[in-house]
Nanobody, 127 residues
């Protein structure tokens, strides 16, 4: 049974930084899959934020966060982290950790939900 547990959300002023972490259990990082983050605001479609291939570490980012967010993984700890810098009010959302066979589905898919996701952690950026 795969479980994903997020941590690190909170409130920050515009221009600040936050670091999100996702701890995965029941899953081995060297398997050929993808982990990442998407975010969602009530009433809007989910938006892919970042993704990383669990075997080779290839990364991808949503256009709105490129250059500001960095995703990384720690195979030994079975964790994926998202460093978020230069936050602005448009980054306010619920952030979900996701696991899926496809990084493209985490980053760009809207019709098909990721195979696994966590409960989410709220990020609020005030101006």
């Amino acid at each position: 049974q795969v479980q994903l547990v997020e941590s690190g959300g909170g409130s920050v002023q515009a221009g600040g930084s936050l670091r999100l972490s996702c701890a995965a259990s029941g899953y081995i990082f060297t398997w050929n899959n993808c982990m990442g983050w998407f975010r969602q605001v009530p009433g809007k479609e989910r938006e892919g934020v970042a993704a990383i291939a669990t075997n080779f570490g290839n990364t991808g980012y949503g256009d709105s966060v490129k250059g500001r967010f960095t995703i990384s993984k720690d195979n030994a700890k079975n964790t994926v982290s998202l460093q978020m810098n230069s936050l602005n009010s448009e980054d306010t959302a619920m952030y979900y950790c996701a696991l899926d066979p496809s990084c493209a589905n985490i980053l760009h898919g809207t019709a098909t939900a990721p195979k696994y996701r966590g409960q989410g952690t709220q990020v609020t950026v005030s101006s």
